[in-house]
């Protein structure tokens, strides 16, 4: 299980007042469009995204533990709407598990894909195989010192005739380490 600010992040990411959890965006400030901002204690996490017109998108997660950086995440690129609701599923049910996959959701949704699933999610580390995770704590990142960094795809399969993506969103995060 999750501890200290990696919780409070699953948390914040699947509670009411989420993307994930079906919460409303509303302005944020610092950047144009909208997003989430949730507070507990030392921890302090916002959300902020924008969809542009052409359904293209980008956005960051920013936490802090008693204002210091703890986690920078930018993800962008595009899904139609008719997959909204499906993304905010697998991002929901992800960050409920606390199983951390750079930050996104699992490795593939459904596991186990069926002629009947519509859509199929699927997240793919970009990191090479060099890369090690010293600390054995969050597969595909890179640790060196108080620093973490990792980067990925995640794309959504429309399940039908040959399995073709319509959507994607690239994404990369860096961790400093949190205060003790």
């Not at 139609?80 to 949704?109: C, I, M, S």
């Not at 990792?150 to 959504?156: R, T, Y």
């Not at 969103?169 to 003790?180: E, Q, T």
């Given at each position: 299980?999750?501890?200290?600010?990696?919780?409070?992040?699953f948390?914040?990411?699947?509670?009411?007042?989420?993307?994930?959890?079906?919460?409303?965006?509303?302005p944020?400030?610092?950047?144009?469009?909208?997003?989430?901002?949730?507070?507990?204690?030392?921890?302090?996490?916002?959300?902020?995204?924008?969809v542009?017109?052409?359904?293209?998108?980008a956005?960051?997660?920013?936490?802090?533990?008693?204002?210091?950086?703890?986690?920078?995440?930018?993800?962008?690129?595009?899904?139609?709407?008719?997959?909204?609701?499906?993304?905010?599923?697998?991002?929901?049910?992800?960050?409920?598990?606390?199983?951390?996959?750079?930050?996104?959701?699992?490795?593939?949704?459904?596991?186990?894909?069926?002629?009947?699933?519509?859509?199929?999610?699927?997240?793919?580390?970009?990191?090479?195989?060099?890369?090690?995770d010293?600390?054995?704590?969050?597969?595909?990142?890179?640790?060196?010192?108080?620093?973490?960094?990792?980067?990925?795809?995640?794309?959504?399969?429309?399940?039908?005739?040959?399995?073709?993506?319509?959507?994607?969103?690239?994404?990369?995060?860096?961790?400093?380490?949190?205060?003790?």
């Amino acid at each position: 299980m999750a501890e200290g600010w990696l919780k409070f992040f699953f948390e914040a990411m699947s509670g009411p007042n989420s993307y994930a959890g079906g919460g409303k965006a509303a302005p944020v400030d610092s950047m144009p469009g909208k997003g989430y901002v949730v507070e507990h204690g030392p921890y302090r996490l916002v959300d902020q995204y924008i969809v542009f017109s052409n359904g293209f998108s980008a956005g960051r997660t920013t936490q802090w533990v008693n204002d210091r950086l703890v986690l920078l995440m930018q993800y962008g690129g595009y899904y139609p709407k008719e997959v909204t609701a499906f993304l905010r599923k697998v991002l929901h049910t992800q960050y409920r598990l606390e199983d951390f996959r750079g930050f996104r959701g699992p490795t593939q949704f459904p596991a186990e894909p069926t002629d009947q699933d519509l859509h199929i999610y699927r997240n793919m580390p970009y990191n090479p195989p060099d890369w090690v995770d010293v600390c054995n704590t969050m597969p595909y990142a890179l640790h060196i010192n108080e620093y973490t960094q990792g980067a990925g795809q995640e794309v959504i399969v429309k399940n039908e005739r040959g399995r073709y993506a319509i959507g994607w969103h690239d994404y990369h995060y860096m961790v400093f380490k949190p205060p003790k």
